[in-house]
């Protein structure tokens, strides 16, 4: 009898034994696949800095550009040897690129491998409102400004030789009572300083992102 019972309490410690090792494993595994997720959204992220870096500057350029045109034509500055690249500088504007295979992989393995409740909000948070509430604004009211108004009315004005590199007015003193023209002008400024705002606001919360999964990789390493 006793044999048996002891047989028996072997077997349970056994079962015991392997349901723990089992279960070790198993969160293991789940603990490096986080860590896989994790690292590919930090690496996604630091590619979307690089792409936010370059629409500020290039709306600092277009803004820079509306202002030197904008005092020309108001007779507050004289014709400079720059004028025409100013007048290249005027037109088209940035959208958003963001690199979401990571996150896309992560939502159809299940969120819930994001063991930080804090940081599985920040991350969804940032993919599901912050980056699409930016490239909603560029798509909606940014480039139907720009296709629909401003591109049309600054054609009208300039000859383009080389986008981006060289441009000269048609006819420069028609411009200064074309209030039309200079009306646009000045809505491409105000959307240009809005977008940097918008692009300045986007790479702090990704910053934040990053140093908040980095940090849960230390946690987890």
């Not at 690496?43 to 600092?60: G, P, V, Y």
């Not at 979401?100 to 993919?127: C, F, H, M, P, V």
């Not at 048609?170 to 009572?177: E, P, Y």
Request: a negative charge; proline letters at 0%.
């Amino acid at each position: 009898m006793l044999y048996a019972i002891g047989e028996i309490i072997l077997v349970v410690i056994g079962i015991l034994i392997a349901l723990q090792v089992s279960n070790w494993n198993s969160e293991n595994e789940l603990k490096k696949l986080e860590i896989k997720y994790l690292e590919e959204i930090r690496n996604n992220l630091k590619s979307d800095i690089s792409d936010i870096d370059f629409n500020i500057a290039f709306n600092q350029k277009r803004l820079r550009a509306n202002k030197v045109v904008l005092e020309f034509v108001n007779g507050e500055l004289k014709n400079t040897d720059s004028l025409n690249f100013h007048l290249a500088n005027l037109i088209f504007t940035t959208r958003t690129l963001v690199n979401s295979s990571a996150y896309e992989n992560l939502k159809s393995r299940g969120l819930e491998i994001i063991s930080d409740d804090s940081l599985r909000q920040t991350i969804t948070t940032l993919y599901a409102f912050t980056f699409h509430n930016v490239i909603d604004f560029e798509t909606q009211d940014d480039h139907k400004f720009q296709y629909e108004s401003f591109i049309p009315e600054v054609s009208k004005a300039l000859k383009i030789k080389t986008v981006w590199k060289d441009a000269e007015l048609i006819d420069s003193k028609q411009l200064a009572n074309n209030y039309q023209f200079k009306n646009t002008l000045l809505t491409n400024m105000m959307l240009r300083e809005y977008m940097q705002t918008y692009y300045v606001d986007l790479k702090e919360q990704v910053e934040k992102c990053i140093n908040s999964i980095e940090l849960e990789l230390k946690n987890l390493k």
